[in-house]
């Protein structure tokens, strides 16, 4: 088992930044990818940006550019940089991870409002 807790969620003007930390705990030792997911209501949960063990990203063509994945796997630990914040970002961001054997975990999930 993985346990995962986000933290970093906040109301931000647009063109604003924002950078959301998730830590793992647990079975951490098992974490291959982690990575982050975004859901507003009415529409279905969405990929934003994963990062390998070995430190390969990956992202959603609508942050390219504007969101930046980190990870620091001696804190387990990992970021996302996000600048030049749009309306449209507005969503929950959940923390994700799939382990070695293909195990998926989730976090709860941080609020994060584009408004001016």
């Known amino acids: 088992q993985v346990q995962l807790v986000e933290s970093g969620g906040d109301l931000v003007q647009p063109g604003g930044s924002l950078t959301l930390s998730c830590v793992a705990s647990?079975?951490?030792?098992?974490?291959?990818?982690m990575g982050w997911y975004r859901q507003t209501p009415g529409k279905l949960r969405e990929f934003v940006a994963h990062i390998t063990r070995g430190g390969t990203t990956d992202y959603a063509d609508f942050v390219k550019g504007r969101f930046t994945i980190s990870r620091d796997n001696a804190k387990n630990t990992v970021y996302l940089q996000m600048n030049n914040l749009k309306p449209e970002d507005t969503a929950v961001y959940c923390c994700a991870t799939r382990t070695l054997a293909g195990s998926a975990f989730w976090g709860q999930g941080t609020q994060i409002t584009v408004s001016s």
């Open positions: 647990g079975n951490i030792f098992s974490i291959d990818v």
